[in-house]
Structure formats: structure tokens, C-alpha cells
């Protein structure tokens, strides 16, 4: 109940402040009303989503989700307004304490650099405001396509030029847009790839999630199949569950949903791709992750009847898998499929220039193609959404990967 009371109070207080900038850069009262009705709004929906809503365990409802989107809206059009008015407010607090101590009669303050202030700060504000809006309504489907050219010396020589596409972090239970799924599905299946690979999280909780979609995701066809592992989501650790038989029963229920669906889903298996007399091998771990996630991965067992010679592709959810244990393997995986971080859905990325987000500072592989130790992996930046309702600046992925032959 305190925090509350101390979110409440600093929330109003930040609120008060803003309508301070409002009222210096307009004089129409019907601006201020509208300031105050939206944050009022935004935070008794807030509060009630996370008091009185319905609990649906550690991960996030779709409600609070979006309430949590919209109060993370206006906190940061508060935030950045409050930015410069602070800086001005300091100024003037220093200079009154200069003028007091030497007795100084020069006027330090202006009103129109107030009034300047306040306009530059709501103009910068109303960027990361809208932004968020934007994410929540159109960033979260901005499906993109990034195709990789990947070069390997051992590649069979049946299978240069062999495409693969790569999805993952469907998280089905955030899904809000029928159209727009259909848009991403025909998507995959107009890359006409060789096979089709799913990397983890098809549910935020539970399988029922999955089951308004499942029809759409058994189109998705590749000539040499679709494959797919378990991600932290699958296993229901999220959620409260009446019993332990229910929560084992959910996951069986989701491993029957996904071959219902024409996945061929690898618990610590593997299969081989054939082209001729050529064979690359398609090795699949379930959830192994840092610190806290689950690991159940077992590389070992998923190797079996896997040559050390063969060229393997490893399917593995959590990027912290390939840093920790798969490039130190006496193994080589010459190529390692994850997700899990989602590029945080927040960042900047700029093909050639720049690519950044907050969750470089938690996963040192978070986005895109690295190479080490002569081994690839690709983390994909997630097909769906989890949390904060949107995207922005890190778009939904969808990975061609295309493996080539070295000269």
C-alpha cells in the first residue's frame, strides 16, 4: 500500500510540474483539462488493472499490458518536459542565492526564456510520447524481412544456396489483430525457403492462447518441413497453477498443439536435412538460460548420433546458451538460432550506422548476426510482443538466412 501512495503522490507531483510548461506556452484552459483528464484516466486504469483486474501470474494480461503502455506513455512526455523546466528552476535557485550573497540587484530570469524552455521541452516530450502511441498501434506488427548471406568452408556442397527462415517469440497470447497475422504468415511463406525454423515462445502462459491462431500457423509450409523448440514461455513458470498434474498437462497440450500445427518440435533432439549423399544436422535444445530461466537444455543428449565432423545448425531459445556453453563445446555448431531478448522492443537501429537498445547492457548478444570462434548465430528480435504493447525502433523479425558455400 506505500508504494502505491508514493507512486501516486510523485506521479501528481510530476503532473503538476508539467502543467506548469502547458499553461506558460498556451492560455487555452481547455488544453490543461485535457492534460489532466488523460493522466487521471491513464492512472486510475493503471491502478486498477494492477489492484482489481484479473491476476494472470508474473507475466502480464493483455489489459495491463496496455495500461502499462499508456502509463509509460505519459510518464515519459512528463519526464522530458520536466527535464528543462528543472534545469531552469535550478538556475533560478542559484542565481537567487548569488544575488542574496552579493548583494547583486541584476535579474537572472526571464519569462521568455521560461517560455522557451517549456516550448523546447514539450516539443522533445511530445517525440518519445508519440513514439510509444505509435508502437502500441502500428510498431508492434511493422513486420520486417533481413536476409543474411552466411559463408562457411565446410558447408556439403549440395546445400549452397539452402535458405532457411527463422521466426521466434511468437507469444501468441498478446496477439490482438487477426489481419495482421495473416499479413506476417503470408510473409514467411513468400520467402519460399527450404525449411522453416521456430525458436522458442509460442505462448505467454498457455497453451489455449495459441489455439485461436493455430489455424493460421499450419499454413506456413517449407519444402523440407518445420521444426521448433520450447522457449522459457512454453512451460507455463509464469502463472500459478492448481496443481502440478494441470501445469504438466498444459505443456503436453502445447507439445500436441505444435505437431497438430506440422511443427516437428525437438526436446533435445535432432534431425538431418539430406540433399543427395549430402546431410547437415538440425540439432534442437529446450530452454537453457542465465541465471534464473530454466535449463533444461541438454546439448549432449540432443547430439546423439551426431558426428563431430557434421555441420550443425543448433536451435537454442536463450542467446546466453551460445556465449556460456555452446561456443566452448568440443563441438562446433557452426550455426546457432535464438531469441528470447526481443531487442527489448525499444532501441534505435540504423542498417549500417547504428544499432542500439537498452538490453545491450543485460545480453551482450541481443540482435542480428555475430560471428566468434569461427561460429554464427542469429538472435532474432522476436515475431510477437510481451509486456509493453509496441514496438519501436526494433520491428517484429522475420530471419532469411541463405548459407553459401566459401570459394
Not at 186 to 210: C, H, P, R, Y
Not at 259 to 269: A, P, S, T, V, Y
Not at 283 to 291: D, H, I, K, T, Y
Request: no cysteine; aromatic share 16%; proline share 2%.
Amino acid at each position: 500500500m506505500l508504494r502505491w501512495i508514493i507512486f501516486i503522490i510523485v506521479y501528481i507531483v510530476m503532473g503538476l510540474y508539467t502543467l506548469q510548461a502547458l499553461k506558460t506556452v498556451t492560455r487555452y484552459p481547455w488544453v490543461y483539462y485535457l492534460f489532466i483528464t488523460v493522466a487521471v484516466l491513464v492512472l486510475g486504469n493503471f491502478i486498477y488493472q494492477f489492484t482489481l483486474g484479473e491476476e494472470e501470474g508474473r507475466v502480464l494480461s493483455r489489459a495491463k499490458s496496455y495500461a502499462f503502455g499508456l502509463l509509460l506513455t505519459v510518464l515519459a512526455f512528463q519526464m522530458v518536459t520536466i527535464l528543462f523546466l528543472l534545469s531552469e528552476d535550478v538556475f533560478r535557485f542559484l542565481s537567487s542565492g548569488y544575488q542574496r550573497f552579493f548583494g547583486q540587484s541584476k535579474e537572472f530570469t526571464l519569462p521568455e526564456r521560461r517560455r522557451f524552455l517549456s516550448i523546447l521541452g514539450l516539443g522533445l516530450a511530445a517525440i518519445p510520447f508519440g513514439a510509444l502511441l505509435y508502437g502500441m498501434y502500428k510498431g508492434k506488427y511493422n513486420f520486417k524481412v533481413l536476409k543474411y548471406n552466411l559463408e562457411f568452408d565446410d558447408l556439403p556442397d549440395a546445400f549452397d544456396g539452402y535458405q532457411i527462415t527463422q521466426i521466434s517469440d511468437v507469444h501468441s497470447g498478446s496477439f490482438d489483430d487477426r489481419k495482421k497475422i495473416e499479413y506476417a504468415i503470408n510473409l514467411i511463406n513468400e520467402q519460399k525457403s527450404d525449411v522453416i525454423l521456430f525458436t522458442g515462445d509460442m505462448v505467454n502462459n498457455m497453451a489455449t492462447e495459441m489455439e485461436p491462431w493455430a489455424d493460421l500457423f499450419s499454413t506456413l509450409d517449407a519444402k523440407d518441413g518445420k521444426f521448433s523448440i520450447l522457449g522459457n514461455h512454453d512451460y507455463g513458470d509464469y502463472v500459478d497453477w492448481d496443481t502440478e498434474e494441470a501445469k504438466h498437462q498444459n505443456l503436453e497440450d502445447l507439445k500436441k498443439l505444435q505437431g497438430n500445427m506440422g511443427f516437428d518440435l525437438l526436446l533435445n533432439e535432432n534431425r538431418f536435412l539430406e540433399k543427395g549423399d549430402d546431410k547437415i544436422a538440425l540439432v534442437g535444445v529446450e530452454n537453457w538460460g542465465r541465471g534464473g530461466f530454466k535449463k533444461a537444455g541438454d546439448l549432449k543428449k540432443a547430439v546423439a548420433n551426431v558426428g563431430k565432423d557434421d555441420f550443425k545448425i543448433l536451435m537454442s531459445h536463450d542467446p546466453s546458451h551460445w556465449e556460456d556453453v555452446v561456443l566452448h563445446d568440443e563441438y562446433h555448431y557452426h550455426l546457432t538460432l535464438s531469441g528470447h531478448t526481443h531487442g527489448m522492443q525499444f532501441g534505435i537501429e540504423i542498417p549500417g550506422w547504428i544499432k542500439w537498445s537498452p538490453v545491450k547492457w543485460r545480453y551482450k548478444y541481443w540482435a542480428g548476426i555475430y560471428k566468434e570462434l569461427g561460429q554464427y548465430i542469429n538472435v532474432n528480435r522476436g515475431f510477437g510482443f510481451l509486456g509493453y504493447p509496441g514496438r519501436v525502433g526494433i520491428w517484429p523479425e522475420i530471419s532469411v538466412i541463405i548459407l553459401k558455400k566459401k570459394a
